[in-house]
């Protein structure tokens, strides 16, 4: 009976090959895990921009220089 031909090249060549292909075609479907460390957006030392949305700028809706909302 022959078994699984551990010692020739083209069997590792193979594995190592499905492994990969294997690899990426999971990658997209399993979920991600959080890193414990957040990072931080450049520039920012703390990190907080990262984590917090920026707020929406609100401004005044004006026609001909008149506001037409209060």
Known sequence: MNGIP???W??????GLA??????ILRPILP?????KKTAC??????EAAEKPSRP??????IGGRR???
Do not use: E, M, Y
């Not at 492994?19 to 990426?24: D, G, K, Q, S, T």
């Not at 991600?32 to 414990?36: H, I, L, N, T």
């Not at 700028?57 to 004006?62: E, G, M, S």
């Open 6 to 8: 551990t010692g020739d």
């Open 10 to 15: 083209q069997f590792w060549v193979a594995t």
């Open 19 to 24: 492994a990969v292909a294997l690899i990426a």
């Open 32 to 36: 991600r895990r959080k890193s414990a």
């Open 42 to 47: 450049p520039g920012c030392p703390s990190g």
């Open 57 to 62: 700028k609100h401004v005044d809706l004006t």
């Open 68 to 70: 037409v909302r209060n």
